[in-house]
């Protein structure tokens, strides 16, 4: 129960970094819960509408992606930055952002990015004889993908299955990143294939 009495002084804001597989994104992770769910902003128009702190980095000149989920930051960079130069000035105005208790994400971005899918199709794109696997592999990724790919900052969510073939979505840390590949033909789609026969390949999409 968060206190509210306000005499009492709020445990600092604790900020640390983490690096990701891709080596374009840094993983910024507080001590505080930043937004429940994930809220991937690829674009500064899509930030502009509905998270002042993503629009707010867009307006560093090297900020390329931001990826808001649980209680991290994860920041993709223009390629002809070095993390060197920009890493401590991202890291104090998260903190001071975070510090500030400013607004991170607007309320309703989660159900309006749901209206968006089902609109585009996201996780709807399978006939009704293949919804049995198509549970499945679902399963299997909200079970055992995202959680580790959560860790490297990324998110991985099921776009659609047809004749075998499974798309996902990378968001975060995984979109663009070199190791993503690798991770999605070995790790993911191996998986898959053991537990479901049905699976023949896995393909993907950048969110």
């Excluded at 702190?53 to 209680?71: D, R, T």
């Excluded at 930055?81 to 105005?93: A, R």
């Excluded at 089902?118 to 990724?141: N, P």
């Amino acid at each position: 129960m968060e206190n509210t009495d306000n005499t009492t002084a709020k445990s600092p804001v604790l900020l640390y970094t983490e690096q990701t597989p891709n080596p374009e994104s840094l993983k910024f992770v507080t001590n505080r819960m930043l937004f429940h769910g994930t809220a991937d902003f690829r674009e500064e128009g899509l930030a502009n509408e509905w998270s002042p702190m993503a629009a707010e980095l867009f307006a560093f000149p090297y900020v390329k992606g931001v990826y808001i989920s649980n209680n991290f930051v994860t920041v993709t960079k223009e390629f002809n930055y070095g993390w060197e130069d920009i890493m401590l000035k991202l890291k104090d105005f998260i903190k001071n952002y975070v510090e500030a208790e400013k607004l991170i994400v607007t309320d309703g971005f989660a159900e309006a990015m749901q209206q968006i899918e089902q609109e585009r199709g996201a996780g709807y794109e399978y006939s009704d004889e293949d919804a049995e696997i198509v549970t499945r592999v679902k399963d299997l990724i909200e079970t055992y993908v995202k959680p580790a790919v959560e860790m490297d900052g990324g998110n991985i969510e099921f776009k659609s299955y047809d004749n075998g073939t499974v798309c996902v979505i990378m968001q975060g840390s995984c979109s663009g990143c070199p190791s993503s590949t690798v991770t999605l033909k070995a790790g993911i789609e191996g998986m898959l294939k053991r537990m479901i026969p049905e699976v023949k390949e896995v393909v993907s999409e950048m969110g």
